[in-house]
């Protein structure tokens, strides 16, 4: 499988992607939840281990690596 960079909106953000980074390790998308307030949570965990997470719009576009 190859992985191909996409721009998808932050509530089409799936548990297995890689958020595009400028340097360094892309990235793993955990986990993804949708909050009371319609935000979405994008869970990811760094190349030394700690969890993120990052709150976006729903329509808000993300740069992702998904495997295809």
Do not use: H
């Not at 935000?39 to 993300?62: F, H, K, L, N, S």
């Amino acid at each position: 499988m190859t992985a191909v960079l996409t721009r998808t909106p932050a509530a089409a953000v799936q548990a297995g992607d890689r958020l595009d980074a400028v340097a360094g390790e892309r990235p793993l998308v955990t986990r993804v939840t949708r909050g009371a307030n319609r935000q979405i949570y994008i869970a990811t965990v760094t190349a030394g281990g700690a969890p993120v997470v990052v709150e976006r719009d729903p329509g808000e576009p993300v740069s992702v690596w998904r495997e295809r």
